[in-house]
């Protein structure tokens, strides 16, 4: 039951009661594991272009960003670094103070490496009057974790990754952020020289990141010769969930207020559809790499591009052929091959569908958001994968999966996902307009029916939270769906401090 101030919270946080009472349901009855076909593979699903095909496509997104599009680059970047430093809290918390896992050996053995050395050297001075080395002589290696992750510090144990420095260059370090602006002029600026980019940040964070980009923005459009819009949102309130205990009733705060928690990353298709965009690249924030390395990226990010914009062109040409009434059977059986080799949607109903019936089918298919997503080889990363899956309404589509979504209790799903070829790095370019130029609600095209649900804990007590779904799984479920294969090159995550010290970050 609601109270009077259990309504006035979702009134000030914009939920509804109808949505409390439906996240509630999915508390008891919990999500259904996603129905399998195969894991998407170049057999099935998988697209992977010949050096020809590449030149084609790349010749497609030069010639769309010289016909006055609006591009823009999207970045999640709210997510907090701490995970980062997981091994390095240990340490701290260790009885030892000498280094003695092969993490931390490696991270004093090659502390100098890090593009954050020179701050945390300055940081070391200022509190202890002596250098990172000194420290190490004297045995205190703890007192520079400290200065490394503390607030007194450089404080990154308490900051998103956008804001960390990644990677040396001879005129100073960069952060992701930095990266990222980078990369938008190398493939994501239009004719008129504008690179838009959108960062999604925590609202305790905002202020640094903009910070940051007053800083640095204007060295790297006089760099490039480009004229940067960058723009930040917040997660809006609106889209937290409701906590419950292991009843399934409400987990309230000991001021008695209901505990929301915030809805996880598919909570960012509400941010997205608020942008002004015809094609929209999605990327993670930690998946940068030094300018020197950078080539890989960059073409990969166009060649994907170029599919996406050559199949919306095609979609957009059929879809105006059925508004003009002007078609033969033969175009309407050519849009369906269409529909189901190109844009890998396939319903083993289409053959029993009247002619009505197939025009409204495949008007409906055709006309819906549509994204083309790099896919790298699977060489064992966590995280999810490309998958053909059964959809609601009975068709067969491309879709990215967790490993949540699928029941690892039935063997064969099981081998599905431990075997498959390949593995999603967020490497996504989305169309986000209709035939008719107008933005499509990207809100009407999730499936509520891939949330998830995860244990947590509040004050010493359990509770359950709920995720929505995925903004690259659920959240773009009925979207028409590609895969491409793209070079493991282009794939770089820093999942530890320690993975900048591998090559591609060095």
């Not at 959108?198 to 910070?211: A, D, K, L, Q, Y």
């Not at 309130?237 to 705060?253: G, H, L, Q």
Request: charged fraction near 25%; charge should be negative; glycine fraction near 8%.
């Amino acid at each position: 039951m609601m109270t009077p101030q259990d309504k006035a919270q979702l009134a000030a946080k914009g939920i509804s009661e109808q949505q409390i009472a439906t996240q509630l349901a999915d508390f008891v009855k919990g999500f259904p594991f996603l129905s399998l076909k195969a894991a998407a593979s170049i057999e099935k699903g998988i697209l992977k272009p010949t050096e020809e095909e590449e030149n084609v496509f790349l010749s497609g997104w030069d010639a769309y960003c010289n016909a006055g599009n609006t591009i823009l680059k999207f970045v999640p970047a709210s997510g907090a670094a701490s995970r980062m430093f997981k091994n390095l809290f240990e340490f701290l918390d260790a009885p030892y103070n000498a280094p003695e896992s092969k993490f931390e050996q490696a991270f004093f053995d090659n502390i100098n490496k890090f593009a954050f050395y020179k701050d945390l050297n300055s940081a070391c001075l200022r509190h202890f009057n002596q250098d990172i080395p000194t420290l190490m002589a004297d045995g205190e290696y703890k007192k520079i974790v400290g200065m490394l992750l503390d607030a007194d510090g450089l404080g990154y144990g308490l900051l998103p990754k956008g804001l960390l420095l990644f990677h040396n260059y001879p005129n100073g370090a960069r952060t992701p952020l930095e990266e990222h602006l980078v990369e938008g002029a190398l493939y994501a600026c239009g004719d008129d020289g504008k690179v838009n980019v959108h960062f999604t940040v925590s609202p305790e964070h905002r202020t640094m990141f903009e910070s940051l980009v007053e800083d640095n923005a204007s060295v790297y459009a006089k760099e490039f010769g480009v004229e940067y819009n960058i723009s930040f949102s917040e997660q809006k309130p609106s889209t937290d969930t409701i906590a419950v205990d292991m009843d399934n009733e409400p987990f309230r705060e000991k001021n008695g207020e209901i505990l929301f928690r915030p809805g996880g990353h598919g909570a960012l298709i509400e941010n997205l559809n608020d942008l002004e965009g015809d094609v929209i690249f999605i990327k993670n924030i930690d998946n940068v790499v030094p300018d020197r390395l950078k080539n890989d990226t960059v073409r990969y990010k166009k060649l994907i591009a170029g599919v996406l914009v050559g199949l919306q062109k095609q979609a957009f040409e059929y879809l105006e052929l059925l508004d003009s009434g002007k078609y033969s059977q033969e175009q309407v059986m050519e849009m369906l091959q269409f529909l189901q080799k190109k844009l890998f949607c396939k319903n083993p109903e289409t053959k029993n569908l009247e002619d009505a019936e197939l025009i409204i089918y495949l008007k409906e298919k055709l006309n819906r958001p549509m994204r083309v997503c790099g896919m790298v080889k699977n060489v064992g990363e966590p995280g999810g994968g490309p998958f053909l899956a059964y959809n609601a309404d009975g068709t067969i589509s491309l879709q990215i999966l967790e490993s949540s979504q699928i029941d690892m209790n039935d063997p064969d799903k099981k081998a599905m996902f431990e075997n498959g070829t390949h593995f999603n790095p967020v490497d996504l370019v989305c169309a986000v307009r209709n035939y008719k130029g107008e933005k499509f609600d990207l809100t009407k095209y999730t499936d509520p029916a891939t949330g998830f649900i995860s244990l947590k804990s509040k004050s010493g007590k359990e509770l359950k939270a709920l995720e929505l779904p995925g903004l690259w799984n659920g959240a773009m479920s009925d979207w028409n769906t590609v895969f491409v294969e793209v070079p493991l090159s282009t794939f770089n995550p820093v999942k530890t401090v320690n993975d900048l010290l591998r090559d591609q970050h060095q």
